[in-house]
């Protein structure tokens, strides 16, 4: 099975000031660059993700400016390693370039794609158009403040949910995402 690959970004995406969730965040600190910086996240959608990584429903890769320090995210989200969309630092200005091509990557290796980013991912315009064309990737952007909810997981489950339908059958799950992102066009 060709498993699909989840670009996964850390601050706004799974460290947000007002993650919710239901529950009271946890805190920690994390070392990027030798500074450290203070995390806060929902601890059940940390759940919700190792569980997905753990039945090996998808290939969860960091695509993140903290890839060279990931080892730091995973111990305090206690996840395992997880792959890298590059190894080495990288600066905020080149982020986004960087992110789109680690996207683009992922959908020519003939993979199904996941990207949540809270400020990289296209949420209209021809480059979401051309990433989405073939119902084979799935953007989410959330509220940086906010992060990834629980709709936003549901939504990823429901994408990968239907890994046997090559290219086409993920209407349902990119509409809910377009929803989500206030895109009713």
Same mark, same amino acid.
């Given at each position: 099975m060709n498993r699909p690959v989840w670009l996964l970004d850390v601050d706004g995406v799974l460290n947000a000031t007002r993650p919710g969730w239901s529950a009271a965040p946890r805190n920690g600190t994390a070392y990027g660059g030798g500074?450290?910086?203070r995390l806060r996240? +929902?601890?059940a959608l940390i759940t919700r993700?190792?569980?997905l990584h753990q039945a090996g429903s998808v290939t969860l890769r960091w695509c993140s400016t903290w890839c060279a320090d990931a080892d730091q995210v995973e111990r305090l989200f206690a996840l395992p390693p997880l792959e890298r969309?590059?190894?080495?630092p990288i600066s905020h200005s080149a982020a986004p370039a960087a992110k789109l091509a680690a996207a683009?990557?992922?959908l020519d290796q003939g993979h199904r794609l996941i990207w949540t980013d809270d400020d990289a991912v296209p949420t209209n315009g021809p480059v979401h158009d051309e990433l989405v +064309?073939?119902?084979?990737?799935l953007l989410i952007a959330p509220l940086a403040n906010r992060g990834l909810q629980p709709e936003h997981l549901d939504t990823i489950e429901a994408f990968l949910s239907d890994t046997d339908v090559p290219d086409t059958g993920y209407a349902d799950a990119l509409?809910?995402?377009?929803?989500?992102?206030?895109?009713?066009?």
């Open positions: 500074h450290p910086y996240w +929902a601890p993700i190792r569980a969309s590059w190894t080495g683009h990557a992922v +064309a073939t119902g084979r990737a509409e809910a995402a377009r929803r989500l992102l206030g895109d009713t066009a």
